[in-house]
């Protein structure tokens, strides 16, 4: 089955505490990014990547880096969470876009809280 | 402030009413896309339109670019209880940008 997966699904940590959300995608796809879900606000990119070893910034990237080291996974760091950060994660994959529509496949996100 | 506004933010209906939902910006897209999200998963593409002027029939759910490629409408016709969920568009010119979502509740 054709899926975008993160792992942790929940996760409640403290100001400061380096964490790491995983993402993984069997698809083959070149193209990855991280959004965040924040309400009134809909979906903000954090970063992106074009393929391996090639990313870039989004729209918010404060206080988050991303590696890609494999095409299948798209790994999202914080290196010290803030209660600003506490939010709804979503990684997504495609087909590398270039400058074509194609459909973002999501993960099932993973709710962060930071105290 | 938002690329792209969604409205209205929340619609609650009665199963069988028609609905429709406007995403409007000031920018041009080369295409605008659709997704619908449930509690507790990621959002799932609905539909592309490309074409200014371009409607797309999904059974029930009619989507409209505008002719100038800078708004699109999406038109639900006799909503039923499983059309429940966050509505999102999301407009590409070199990235794709997203609405804040029009959160749809349709009560049996």
């Known amino acids: 089955e054709a899926q975008v997966t993160q792992n942790p699904r929940y996760l409640i940590t403290v100001t400061g505490k380096k964490l790491t959300v995983t993402c993984s995608q069997n698809m083959n796809h070149e193209y990855m990014s991280w959004y965040r879900q924040d309400p009134g606000l809909g979906l903000r990119q954090i970063y992106y990547s074009m393929n391996v070893e090639v990313t870039d910034k989004g729209d918010v990237p404060e206080g988050y880096k991303v590696s890609r080291k494999e095409k299948r996974n798209f790994p999202l760091i914080l290196e010290s969470p803030s209660p600003n950060q506490t939010s709804l994660y979503f990684c997504a994959s495609s087909e590398n876009r270039g400058y074509a529509s194609y459909e973002q496949y999501f993960g099932p996100g993973t709710r962060l809280t930071v105290t | ?108």
């Open chain 2, 1 to 108: 402030t938002q690329l792209l506004e969604q409205s209205p933010q929340f619609l609650s209906i009665q199963e069988g009413e028609n609905l429709t939902v406007y995403c409007n910006s000031s920018s041009v897209f080369s295409s605008l896309q659709w997704y619908r999200q449930e509690p507790g998963e990621g959002p799932v593409l609905l539909v592309t339109v490309v074409t200014g002027g371009e409607v797309k029939k999904l059974k029930r759910l009619t989507f409209q670019f505008g002719d100038a490629r800078k708004d699109s409408s999406l038109h639900i016709t006799a909503a039923q209880p499983g059309d429940t969920g966050l509505y999102l568009c999301a407009g590409e010119d070199y990235k794709l940008s997203f609405g804040a979502g029009t959160t749809v509740t349709v009560r049996a």
